[in-house]
């Protein structure tokens, strides 16, 4: 197997012979090593991927001890409780927590989980 290498670094690919190689290629026998462009490209789409594996499992623990969810779906559900208990006047309510078990949450926990997600939502994007 014989290989065409961008010349720009960025990339081969297989091919059978020489005369498969386009204009912008070289032609090698052996497989390239990646060049500084492909291995700074990984190393980006993996933080990248951290990031949003840690975006997507962020927990927070309340002041009273409740572990709760954080990622996005869980900040949207905290701000819709949040502004139907106002307009209702509700002050507790039944909330399943990180760990899937039920207990009874007040409002002001819920303000205080969604602010720590967010924080922690900051501190995650801007490392």
Known sequence: MAYAVRKDGRGWRAINNLSDCLPDEDF?????????????????????????????????????????DGNETARNNMMSAIISAEFVGQTSAEWTLADNTKAVVTVDEVKEALALSIQRVGQIVTA
């Open 28 to 68: 090698s026998e052996t497989i390239p090593e990646p060049s500084q462009y492909q291995i700074e490209a990984l190393a980006a789409a993996e933080a990248k991927k951290d990031k949003l594996v840690a975006l997507n499992t962020i927990t927070v623990t309340t002041s009273s001890g409740k572990v709760f």
